[in-house]
């Protein structure tokens, strides 16, 4: 039956090429639609109760998406020259549309220039700005500078760079419809949704999915607008732009860049290494055009599905064209030792046993290399999911294209007129099976130092990484980060969240409480921009809408003293607590800005005069004129649960910050510092989020090799029928899994979203290997029964496929390196590490193995 099928290809190659022809013709035209995710809802860890208490919290101190300008001029911060380009700059932002407000030093309230008394404040219908004639802007500068709100957060402590927050106008259609996601979503884990909730679900993932990609595209084209103004002032400020959608923004461009720019170059790249090894035409053309026709194929299908790619799934096709090459080789070299020793066969019925050959074994590295891709799917991370179910269907599709494809070019194209011998690299794999031969010891035991350095490697591999490490320290990203992290108060947000004790919240709930109608009302007219300013320099690489906490808080309740529930944390006790786990988080030299209602209370305390007692700090909770509320209160305090927020921002920048080890450290801290229960103390925002992130990676990757090498293993026995020569087949490919994590370990390179897909590139490639070799080797066996004859013959035939397809793939992606985005970068390198280390596996271990173990049995037929 097979026979029968190739020879039908083979026989209708104008048909099978014209049928190619249209599926690329029609999924060009998709390739239009397709789409780049750097969204944070495509980068967390889906049914995390973390990220469900995170949207919580988000919603008590609505958040919204913003971005962050730096202004550092040549002269002084608060000079004439400084100022009046800066408030020129602020205009122009104010005047884009998609800005919904823009706050800097110009407009932010001034306690203590001069100083303001506590009655002074309470009875102030408007406090002073830089933009008022008469403040003295010598006082002003001391109190951006010493002031515990505004030092390192909206002026550096030397006072020569300032930030400028321009907030982003949200469609609230968007939380809306997360909303209800999650509640079906949660509804469909403890019950069986009915047919009306189940096509309801569908229905608003779909219009949430969409809603991204349409507030994607918009936030693209703010950023740019944002720059473009930017850039007419750089004349008078060194200015950076950062915040959330800026960095989606140059990820998006980045990885866009990558797939077209080094796409094209690596495929011109294998094109000419193929052309150097083959000397003819016909065997350079064959791999690159069925290369080319099943890329466009799949990207014109994900186009079509609207299956987006993110910043991990989008390396997709650089191992779709690896995968498609190999069986494009496979077969081309199969047909070669058919020409070469059959040159006056018909060349229709070369093709279609050349095919048919190696059916058999390219099937089964498929099946395998779909089993290694598919452990990315337990990963809990939609992109990573992705990239497992793109690279399943990828590989079928190759598989597809491959065994129609070929054979009908190889049929189509004219026939040499002489048959060109396979010498020029035929040498080099010959001389492995030499090496075999005359240090075979040598390999074993090199082998086993290898074994040795894998395990050191492994156990020095981590899971911490730098966000700023992603990228080249020319591009603006790194510059921004790293001034802000530097000279503004660190990058990367947590909060923490303290509860009051139980009878504190049973007392509370007894006292008469605001009318939560008018809160409402007041809410819908919230509040002014700086409160933002407590969060906004956390400069959150991920974020959508629930990551850009701007610090606002849920409405006006700070209407009229008397008016409000009195709240723990505006008592003694309560601000004592407070002030400790504040001092505490504070001296932690992971951390840089802290801020808290122990920051409205040292401010307070400075213009009262004296530590503020008890009718002070109620009065502090009631009486607070708006923009003070809204800049030291609100962001920090949530009186319907009575919860305390403490807004800490670590140093992303910082070599020595070990995520899980730093929450793990704190939390023990403040409960035990503090003596407090340990539900008292919730930790939230992206450092929590983004380390459960790396934990559920090492452990639902790493882990899950061992059953990925099982169920190859199993594989392995049921193809060859033999279990020592399976176990045999896994040697090498569990060194080089090992050796390119053991490598990734011994050099730093962390774990994180996008290395962790390596070790599955490295799993699927080193067992095609293995398995061409095994096979291959069992047929030349066969011929004489000797076990180095049959060694030498197999190197000089499928080695050399596997040879031409590893220098090919190596050159190609050795382009990778020059990327902006360092990701791409080791991806270009360990790919390249993992094709030298699968190809040294299957030609010098597993025969040296094969020769000492002799699983085919005994030579001669003895």
Same mark, same amino acid.
Do not use: C, N
């Given at each position: 039956m097979i026979e029968s099928y190739f020879r039908q290809i083979t026989s209708r190659a104008w048909l099978v090429l014209l049928f190619f022809g249209l599926l690329v013709t029609l999924a060009g035209g998709q390739l239009g639609k397709i789409r780049l995710d750097a969204s944070s809802d495509s980068l967390l860890l889906q049914g995390d109760p973390d990220l469900a208490f995170f949207r919580e919290t988000s919603r008590h101190y609505a958040?919204?998406?913003?971005?962050?300008?730096?202004? +550092?001029?040549?002269g002084d911060l608060l000079a004439a020259s400084s100022l009046e380009p800066l408030a020129a700059m602020v205009t122009a932002l104010r005047e884009i549309p998609g800005v919904s407000s823009v706050t800097s030093i110009l407009d932010v309230p001034l306690l203590e220039s001069p100083p303001l008394s506590l009655t002074d404040l309470s009875e102030a219908e408007q406090l002073p700005t830089l933009r008022d004639p008469a403040v003295d802007t010598g006082l002003a500068f001391e109190e951006f500078t010493t002031s515990p709100v505004y030092r #390192?957060?909206?002026?550096?402590?030397?006072?020569?760079?300032? /930030?400028?927050?321009?907030?982003?106008?949200?469609?609230?259609?968007?939380?809306?419809? %997360? #909303?209800? +996601? *999650?509640? !079906?979503?949660?509804?469909? !884990?403890?019950?069986?949704?009915?047919?009306?909730?189940?096509?309801?679900?569908?229905?608003? $993932?779909?219009?949430?999915?969409?809603?991204? /990609?349409? *507030?994607?595209?918009?936030?693209? $084209? %703010?950023?740019?607008?944002? +720059?473009?103004? /930017? *850039?007419?002032?750089?004349?008078?400020? *060194?200015?950076?732009?950062?915040?959330?959608?800026?960095i989606a923004a140059d990820m998006i461009d980045f990885i866009r860049a990558d797939l077209v720019v080094f796409g094209i170059a690596i495929i011109g790249i294998m094109t000419l290494v193929l052309g150097i090894i083959f000397r003819d035409w016909r065997w350079v053309v064959i791999p690159i055009l069925n290369c080319s026709m099943t890329a466009t194929i799949m990207l014109g299908l994900l186009g079509f599905l609207d299956w987006r790619m993110s910043v991990i799934s989008s390396n997709f096709v650089a191992v779709l064209l690896i995968i498609t090459l190999s069986l494009s080789v496979h077969v081309v070299v199969r047909y070669r030792e058919l020409e070469q020793v059959s040159p006056d066969e018909n060349r229709r019925r070369r093709a279609a046993s050349a095919a048919q050959l190696m059916l058999i074994p390219c099937g089964y590295t498929a099946l395998t290399t779909i089993v290694a891709f598919a452990s990315l799917m337990v990963a809990g991370i939609q992109p990573v999911i992705d990239f497992g179910l793109m690279m399943t269907v990828g590989i079928v599709l190759a598989f597809v294209t491959t065994f129609m494809l070929v054979p009908a070019l190889i049929t189509l194209l004219p026939a040499p007129k002489r048959v060109i011998p396979s010498s020029l690299d035929s040498g080099m794999t010959v001389r492995f099976a030499g090496w075999v031969e005359r240090y075979g010891p040598a390999v074993l035991v090199f082998s086993g130092v290898l074994v040795l350095l894998v395990a050191v490697g492994i156990s020095r591999l981590k899971v911490e990484n730098r966000f700023i490490d992603y990228f080249k320290e020319s591009t603006e990203i790194y510059q921004g980060m790293e001034l802000l992290d530097a000279r503004l108060g660190g990058t990367i947000p947590l909060d923490i969240v303290l509860y009051p004790p139980l009878e504190e919240s049973a007392d509370t709930a007894a006292v008469e409480s605001v009318d939560t109608a008018e809160l409402q009302q007041l809410d819908d007219g919230a509040a002014t921009d700086i409160g933002g300013l407590a969060d906004t320099f956390a400069d959150d690489p991920f974020g959508d809408d629930d990551f850009g906490d701007d610090g606002f808080g849920g409405g006006d309740f700070f209407a009229e003293a008397g008016s409000v529930a009195p709240s723990y944390w505006f008592s003694p006790q309560g601000r004592d607590l407070l002030d400790q786990a504040h001092r505490l988080v504070e001296a932690r030299t992971e951390t840089g800005k802290v801020l808290s209602l122990s920051t409205a209370f040292e401010v307070m305390d400075g213009l009262y005069g004296a530590p503020l007692g008890a009718i002070e700090l109620a009065l502090v909770q009631n009486s607070m004129p708006e923009d003070v509320a809204a800049t030291l209160v609100r962001p920090y305090f949530y009186p319907d649960t009575d919860e305390a927020r403490i807004s800490v921002r670590a140093k992303e920048t910082s070599k020595d910050l070990k995520r899980d080890q730093f929450l793990r450290e704190l939390r023990l801290e403040l409960v035990e510092t503090l003596n407090i229960e340990p539900e008292r103390v919730q930790f939230t925002s992206l450092l929590v989020l983004y380390n459960n992130v790396l934990q559920s990676l090492f452990k639902s990757q790493i882990l899950t090799l061992g059953v990925v090498f099982l169920v190859i293993g199993l594989m392995f026995w049921v193809l060859f029928r033999s279990l020592p020569l399976a176990l045999l087949a896994l040697a090498p490919n569990v060194l080089a899994a090992g050796l390119v994590l053991g490598v990734m370990g011994l050099l730093g390179i962390p774990l994180d979203i996008m290395t962790i897909t390596i070790a599955a590139i490295v799993v699927g490639i080193g067992v095609d290997d293995c398995i061409h070799y095994i096979h291959r080797f069992r047929s030349e066996f066969a011929v004489d029964q000797s076990y180095h004859a049959a060694m030498h013959r197999s190197h000089g035939s499928i080695g050399r496929a596997m040879y031409y397809t590893t220098l090919t793939v190596m050159v190609g992606f050795s382009l990778l390196t020059l990327s902006n985005f360092t990701p791409s970068l080791y991806f270009g390198l360990l790919t390249d590490l993992a094709m030298i280390a699968a190809v040294a596996g299957a030609l010098l271990l597993l025969p040296k193995l094969i020769l000492v173990f002799r699983p085919l049995g005994p030579e001669g037929g003895r």
């Open positions: 958040s919204s998406e913003f971005l962050i300008l730096t202004w +550092r001029p040549a #390192d957060l909206l002026v550096g402590a030397a006072g020569d760079v300032s /930030a400028i927050q321009v907030s982003l106008a949200t469609d609230p259609s968007g939380p809306l419809l %997360l #909303d209800e +996601r *999650e509640a !079906l979503r949660g509804r469909a !884990l403890v019950e069986q949704l009915d047919p009306i909730a189940t096509s309801r679900l569908q229905e608003v $993932e779909a219009l949430y999915d969409a809603f991204l /990609a349409v *507030e994607g595209e918009r936030r693209s $084209e %703010l950023v740019a607008e944002v +720059r473009a103004v /930017a *850039e007419q002032f750089k004349s008078h400020a *060194e200015i950076f732009v950062g915040g959330v959608p800026m």
